[in-house]
């Protein structure tokens, strides 16, 4: 008897690429669930989110006191 070659050995392209599909959602979903808390939970104010620090600037040669 000859042994039957399969046509679809494993799991399908298809199906690899759902399950990637899915870890990459359910880890940004994480990712996002965790910053929120984090933003929440600080004692940061908005304003350092929405703006940057004034010293921060590369061109600036002296610095702020």
């Known amino acids: ?3 039957v070659i399969r046509a ?5 392209r298809r199906a690899v690429a759902r399950r990637i599909a899915v870890a990459m959602a359910v880890g940004g979903l994480a990712a996002v669930l965790l910053w929120g808390k ?3 939970v ?6 350092v989110y929405a703006e ?3 010293s921060s600037h ?3 040669p002296s610095p702020r006191r």
């Open 38 to 40: 984090l933003r929440l």
């Open 42 to 47: 600080s004692n940061m104010p908005r304003s």
């Open 52 to 54: 940057p620090k004034a």
């Open 1 to 3: 008897m000859k042994p």
């Open 58 to 60: 590369a061109g600036d």
């Open 8 to 12: 679809h050995a494993g799991r399908t």
